[in-house]
């Protein structure tokens, strides 16, 4: 949302950033990075909060911000809990709602969880659905959205990138890259959703020490989730492991810079699905369902579950064939050109703007 903040107050319209401060640790640094100061920050997480929980006390503290604000537009982006309560939230109250990154699908509720029915409830609440491919966009028309709300915008995580990946990053933020010798590979891992807590967490762990033990060359550096679900296998089977460094999590400019380096991503985040191609570095998909398939049409990226053998037989196919890795790291990518926020402002102005040219849609 960084760049659309930027864009809006450029253009001179009043805005008001409400974090509800769902990520803690990610939020402060990247609020840091782009200028941006939260007028609302309503500090909702709690140790071990269940889901019902962090969504009743953000549904009672955005409603006093949206009384004590009245504005004209509310935007919310993505498919987080908070997303989904703070577009419920406006909807109450009747506050347009813009919901940016929206229409992404992957058809079964479960996969991701909750995030699946998080963005289907703003979907059916917005006034204005940003969408970032045709993809997306046709998925709506599916659910009969009405087509004067859909405007293809494409991705504004490709506006955020590109101006992450222009800023200096102190060597201090690269420290993961220490001893990296000339021939050696960097192999960037994350993995930290809830539906592969357990048994495939431990099925990942597993696949990355085989990885590290057959390609001699390959340095994994995985910044592990805070989380103990994730952080418990991953310390347990990848403590000890040569070539492996289990490393805090990044901030988002060293890890821009980070990713931007590497032979090969391994990941089930969203974002990184669409950052990753955009920086020409091929992502293996550690999910079974994606909402994001477009990087799977444009071959920059590949879907192979969280099956331990899948994930080795996948990976040292791209390390073993350069062929293989170079066709993917050319593949057009389909998220974004840049220009997001520039035509999310003007749609709010009610200007004229050009629709992202996009890829073709798939499946």
Not at 114 to 138: G, L, M, Q, S
Not at 198 to 210: D, F, Q, S, Y
Not at 225 to 232: A, C, L, Q, S
């Amino acid at each position: 949302m960084a760049p659309v903040v930027a864009e809006a107050e450029r253009r001179g319209l009043e805005v008001t950033v409400c974090a509800t401060a769902q990520h803690r640790e990610l939020l402060d640094q990247v609020l840091t990075l782009f200028g941006i100061r939260a007028a609302h920050d309503l500090d909702l997480m709690r140790p071990e909060q269940s889901l019902a929980d962090l969504t009743a006390r953000a549904m009672l503290a955005l409603e006093g911000v949206l009384e004590r604000e009245r504005p004209d537009w509310l935007l919310v982006q993505g498919d987080t809990t908070s997303a989904m309560v703070a577009a419920l939230a406006g909807f109450y109250r009747r506050v347009k709602v813009g919901h940016v990154e929206a229409g992404l699908r992957t058809g079964d509720r479960q996969r991701p969880f909750p995030e699946e029915v998080n963005r289907r409830i703003v979907d059916a609440v917005a006034d204005a659905h940003f969408v970032p491919t045709a993809t997306a966009r046709r998925n709506l028309e599916h659910e009969g959205v009405a087509a004067g709300s859909l405007f293809l915008t494409g991705n504004t995580v490709v506006d955020a990138l590109a101006a992450v990946r222009a800023m200096s990053c102190p060597a201090s933020g690269l420290a993961a890259l220490e001893g990296l010798g000339p021939g050696e590979r960097l192999l960037l891992v994350t993995a930290h959703r809830r539906e592969s807590f357990g048994e495939p967490m431990r099925a990942i762990a597993r696949a990355l020490a085989r990885l590290a033990d057959r390609h001699r060359d390959v340095r994994i550096v995985y910044p592990v989730h805070p989380n103990p679900e994730v952080r418990r296998p991953m310390q347990e089977i990848l403590g000890g492991v040569e070539r492996v460094r289990l490393i805090e999590p990044l901030d988002y400019l060293p890890f821009v810079h980070l990713m931007a380096r590497s032979y090969l991503v391994i990941s089930d985040s969203g974002g990184v699905q669409e950052e990753a191609p955009s920086l020409g570095v091929p992502v293996l998909v550690l999910r079974e369902k994606t909402e994001r398939p477009e990087a799977l049409a444009a071959g920059a990226a590949q879907l192979v579950g969280v099956d331990e053998e899948a994930i080795v037989v996948a990976a040292s196919r791209l390390l073993d064939d350069p062929a293989v890795r170079a066709r993917m790291a050319r593949a057009v990518n389909p998220y974004g050109d840049g220009h997001a926020a520039e035509r999310i402002v003007r749609i709010l102005c009610a200007e004229p703007w050009t629709p992202f040219a996009g890829a073709p849609a798939s499946g």
